[in-house]
């Protein structure tokens, strides 16, 4: 992007001067080259479009050609051109009147002097009359309200027409526009020559604007408009002078339905006009490339914009052109579409929303927005895939993902990926397909920490841009702490409640706040934020918490008593609230600025205002782009610091900043304020005068993370994002390291400050250059890192010494005898087995839990709880005989335990609950589908299902942790013997559960000849293996 240009000039009454900035932010639609299907269908029009007006009654789109001096009128049904209006010169704007009657053309006749040919054309739909009005300075756009009266904006003033007798009401003058004159040089467009766009709210009671001040070129470093909006209602009209950079293109203007918000341009705006809600990140502001319309009934944003660097001489797109689906609220990206071509201007919507009408490069573009869930379209059904290998499994493991077309159809698919050790089967197909990922842990073995890979997915007859499969590949060793969690997206802010058991972590691809309950650590609530977060706060009161953002000049609030969103707090025209601190005193923001200088701003949060600092204390109020505040816990100082090495200190006691220092070339990772004035930044400890005290050691890596408590504190660090991380106690106030600990995998790492960020508010994408990777939790009972792959829950005592672990017996989890066989479920039992509790309902199970694995004959044993005292798990199918079983803990290895496995082990599960009885073997009568007990007893002719483990292999067979299938059943290969009172059992069915693990079911049926008893005896035997429970029997 170039540099922002912030013009001020004197304003006449009633309007204003404000400014906007893009990011140079490129989105998956700038880049993408893959083109598989295209949705929608170009009607070519033999000349430039440069308005469209919808006839649902007629069944037609009136499209002014104006190159060609003529109405267009397109066929809804078929999109074909009915027909041709032959007109005045250059029809650059249409707009039909809410009673269907009347067509009112504007033509842009602003030739050399002498010849201007400036006018309205209005047509009467109901009798073919026709009628031309000369207007003395050329207009710019025309739009009707409800009232059947049109808003015609020229380049001089603001016109009120009336249609039928032709009367005109000024409404405004003004003295800012200068228009185009004709002829332009070759190669132009409307959008460039004629500079204006306006639209309508979908309740006709609000009309919206904008008009090119000055040449209204799409290069060059800056560009001004005027934004307007109009009242129908009272017909008043309020105008505001913005200054944008990159220019504000696409020349497109659109509502919501009730007008509430606008897009105009690249940014969104509320009706005063004052606030840029949110807006694209990267656009280039070519005129001619983009587009953008409302969808209310759906709650989405169509939108096309170019990200292509604009270029005086060449105003076509550097990439193919993408339909992106957005959220309304905040521009989140939901869905993208590849498109025939480029869209060039305004886009309407029909009354039912089924039809998407766009000006394109051709004429027109229809897309069936209403079918777009219904066209051929490829997606996976997980983000990302995580395979977390360990010590004691070195095996090539596997997951699957499901290929689909959401819309139900049969859609080609192409699987990609480039990483060494990761592969994918099939690697092509139709939809709906399973895939197998495949990764092979030993192309890993030199990575410890977790590594990234993408699968790609193109379609050659899907519309959409498939998003990529994240696969993230974790080798952990035993020394390696912390329970990693997977979170997709791009995660830049990490914070933990002060007051709460919570914590909140910021994801900025999807505009979200994710919040987690800090004892169990998963999600309890997702707040939407504005476009771009980028930082996270809360208030002194510890009542609300606020989000910065990068793409939005507002700062989001949300009530953490409700987790509701509350009023937002608006920053001064053109000031984009990157970072929040909040002290006893002040809330203070970083502000990247649309303008020379970017400013520290003071929040009024009871107006929910900001305002900027007249200066920081003695010192000016220029900061960089890059700047990084946070507050002290007990609200005493909040500490700024910057890419370029520059630090601030703001005191709450005195209300003022009293320090400012630059010992450092340049700074970057962590950032920190303790309640007893000191601080860090990167790899440095200041003290209360933000001087050096110590520096801290950079051989575990690149600094990210820092957080105080009481005197000491916490510290992350890692050499890169696959590597793994390394967390550290800070002990005293000197700053001392001690119990470097590894962690199970990198924690989020600094970028490189972009060149040029110091000196001015220039166009540039978010850089996160301070990173806050490391919370303790309020309840002091774990820790939060945000790391490579989602955040890591670490143990408060994370560095304690671990005893090694000790097996001390093994039995049949359903019946606690030591009889076992393949396939069992067991529990282990011992000391030491594992640092923490933690159950898992993975499927396949993992075979490394809470940090802790085994193995049998040296194959890994599929584990589903661990804790220092049990584990429960299955043993592997293919081990038998006397076998020795190992565990890995992070306290060692332990002592081999001898164990022998027989062929068969039937154990009935003694889990069934009735009353006060929890022990109930799990024997169900088919009748019912009651659990057997002395009030439900098995009756003579019933079928009985009997639940037990260690019924051994079968066929097919199945792997270890992985559910039993359903089609086929796997039956057991040998088959058991039943009796109940000494009469045998006919068994029908004998085999694994489908759907469940280690868990098989005998289905039996009970003869007529089966002694009545209170006790009758339940045998199974299989092999030489036997177990036996009673039960009641009645006739």
């Not at 090495?645 to 005195?654: E, I, M, P, S």
């Not at 989602?790 to 097996?807: H, K, Q």
Request: proline share 7%; charged share 15%; with cysteine.
């Amino acid at each position: 992007m170039n540099k922002r240009i912030f013009g001020w000039r004197p304003l006449e009454a009633g309007r204003r001067l404000l400014a906007l900035a893009g990011a140079a932010f490129v989105l998956l639609a700038a880049t993408q080259t893959l083109l598989g299907g295209v949705a929608g269908k170009v009607v070519a029009i033999g000349g430039n479009a440069s308005d469209l007006a919808l006839d649902e009654a007629r069944g037609v789109l009136y499209v002014a050609n104006f190159t060609a001096n003529r109405v267009e009128v397109v066929s809804l049904g078929d999109g074909s051109v009915q027909s041709s209006i032959n007109v005045a010169a250059q029809p650059s704007s249409l707009a039909l009147s809410p009673d269907g009657r009347y067509l009112v053309i504007a033509h842009f006749g602003s030739f050399t002097a002498g010849s201007s040919n400036n006018g309205l054309t209005v047509i009467d739909l109901a009798t073919n009359g026709r009628q031309t009005f000369v207007l003395g300075s050329a207009p710019l756009g025309v739009a009707f309200g409800i009232d059947n009266q049109a808003l015609v904006a020229t380049a001089s003033e603001f016109i009120l027409f009336d249609p039928i007798t032709g009367n005109t009401r000024a409404l405004g003058s003004f003295s800012t526009l200068t228009t185009k004159s004709l002829p332009q040089p070759v190669a132009n467009f409307p959008s460039n020559i004629v500079g204006a766009s306006m639209a309508v709210s979908g309740d006709g009671l609000w009309i919206f604007g904008s008009a090119a001040v000055g040449s209204g070129s799409s290069g060059g470093s800056g560009s001004q408009s005027l934004e307007f909006t109009y009242n129908v209602t009272t017909r008043s009209i309020n105008s505001v002078l913005w200054t944008w950079s990159p220019p504000p293109g696409p020349r497109a203007v659109s509502s919501n339905y009730d007008g509430s918000v606008h897009m105009s341009g690249w940014a969104m705006f509320d009706r005063q006009l004052l606030n840029g809600l949110s807006q694209f990140p990267g656009a280039s502001g070519v005129f001619n490339i983009g587009t953008h319309v409302f969808d209310t009934a759906r709650g989405r944003l169509y939108a096309q914009f170019s990200t292509a660097t604009p270029n005086s001489s060449s105003q076509q797109a550097a990439a193919p052109p993408v339909l992106q689906v957005l959220d309304a609220d905040n521009l989140a990206v939901l869905d993208q579409f590849n498109l025939p071509e480029n869209f060039a201007g305004k886009s309407i919507i029909n009354s039912d929303s089924s039809m998407l009408f766009g000006i394109s490069d051709s004429g027109i573009l229809m897309i069936p927005i209403g079918n777009l869930d219904n066209m051929p379209r490829v997606a996976a059904t997980r983000e990302d895939v995580v395979f977390r290998g360990n010590f004691c499994d070195r095996r090539v493991t596997s997951q699957e993902v499901t290929i689909l077309d959401p819309g139900g159809g049969n859609t080609d698919f192409t699987l990609s990926v480039s990483t060494p050790g990761v592969s994918v089967s099939p690697s092509s197909g139709v939809t709906p397909a399973t895939v197998r990922i495949n990764v092979d842990p030993n192309a890993f073995q030199n990575s410890k920490g977790t590594v990234t890979a993408l699968i790609n997915i193109a379609t050659a007859r899907g519309v959409n841009i498939p998003k990529p499969v994240r696969v993230l590949i974790n080798n952990r060793e035993p020394d390696q702490r912390g329970t990693a969690v997977n979170v997709p997206g791009k995660l830049v802010d990490l914070l933990a409640d002060p007051v709460r058991d919570r914590f909140y972590v910021l994801r900025q691809d999807t505009n979200q706040v994710y919040v987690y309950d800090g004892g169990t650590q998963t999600r309890i609530a997702v707040l939407k934020t504005a476009n771009t977060p980028t930082q996270l706060a809360i208030t002194f009161d510890r009542r609300y918490l606020m989000v910065g953002h990068d793409n939005a000049q507002l700062i989001k609030v949300f009530d953490l008593d409700t987790l509701e969103e509350s009023l937002p707090i608006y920053m001064p025209g053109g000031h984009y609230p990157r970072s929040i601190a909040a002290s006893a005193k002040a809330i203070l923001v970083a502000s990247r600025v649309a303008g020379p200088e970017n400013k520290i701003s003071r929040v009024d949060f009871a107006s929910r205002t900001a305002t900027p600092l007249p200066s920081l204390g003695i010192f000016e109020n220029k900061i960089d782009a890059s700047t990084i505040l946070v507050a002290s816990p007990n609200g005493s100082t909040i500490l700024g610091a910057q890419s370029d090495g520059t630090v601030y200190l703001y005191d709450a006691n005195v209300d003022t900043f009293t320090i400012s220092r630059k010992d450092f070339p340049s700074l970057s990772g962590a950032y920190a304020a303790s309640n007893f004035n000191q601080f860090v930044v990167g790899n440095s400890l200041l003290n209360a005068s933000l001087v050096q005290t110590a520096q801290f050691e950079t051989g575990t890596g690149k600094s990210s993370g820092f957080a105080f408590l009481d005197q000491g504190g916490f510290r992350t660090t890692a050499p890169d994002s696959s590597s793994p991380g390394v967390i550290a106690r800070v002990t005293n106030q000197s700053g001392q390291l001690s119990r470097a600990t590894r962690l199970v995998e990198a924690p989020i790492l600094p970028q490189a400050a972009q060149s040029g960020q110091a000196q001015s508010g220039a166009s540039q994408s978010w850089v996160q250059v301070f990173t806050r990777s490391i919370q303790p939790l309020y309840s002091r009972n774990a820790l939060i890192a945000l790391t490579t792959s989602g955040f890591t829950a670490l143990p408060w005592s994370f560095d304690a010494s671990v005893a090694a672990p000790r097996i001390e017996r093994v039995v049949n989890a359903a019946d606690n005898t030591a009889a076992v066989a393949p396939g069992s479920l067991v529990s282990i039992f011992g000391a030491n087995l594992s640092p923490i509790n933690q159950a898992t309902q993975l499927t396949p199970l993992p075979t490394a839990l809470g940090e802790s694995c085994l193995t049998v004959n040296g194959l890994p044993l599929p584990v589903v709880f661990v804790s220092p005292g049990q584990i429960n798990g299955q043993i592997p199918f293919q081990v038998d005989g006397n076998v020795s079983l190992i565990l890995r803990t992070p306290g060692g290895v332990s002592d081999t335990f001898n164990l022998t496995i027989l062929p068969t082990a039937p154990g009935v599960f003694r889990n069934g609950v009735a009353g006060t009885r929890n022990d109930l073997p799990a024997v169900f009568r088919a009748a019912n589908g009651l659990l057997v007990t002395d009030t439900n007893p098995i009756h003579r002719g019933d079928t009985i299902t009997i639940y037990l483990t260690g019924l051994g292999r079968t066929s097919p067979a199945v792997d270890a942790g992985v559910p039993a299938p359903g089609d086929p059943l796997a039956s057991v290969i040998v088959p058991p013997a039943v009796t109940l009172g000494g009469v045998a059992l006919p068994v029908e069915f004998a085999g694994l559960t489908p759907g469940s693990i280690g868990v098989y079911q005998i289905n039996a049926r009970v003869p007529s000849d089966v002694p009545p008893g209170l006790d009758q005896p339940l045998t199974i035997s299989q092999g030489s293996g036997a177990s036996a429970i009673g039960v009641r029997v009645v006739d």
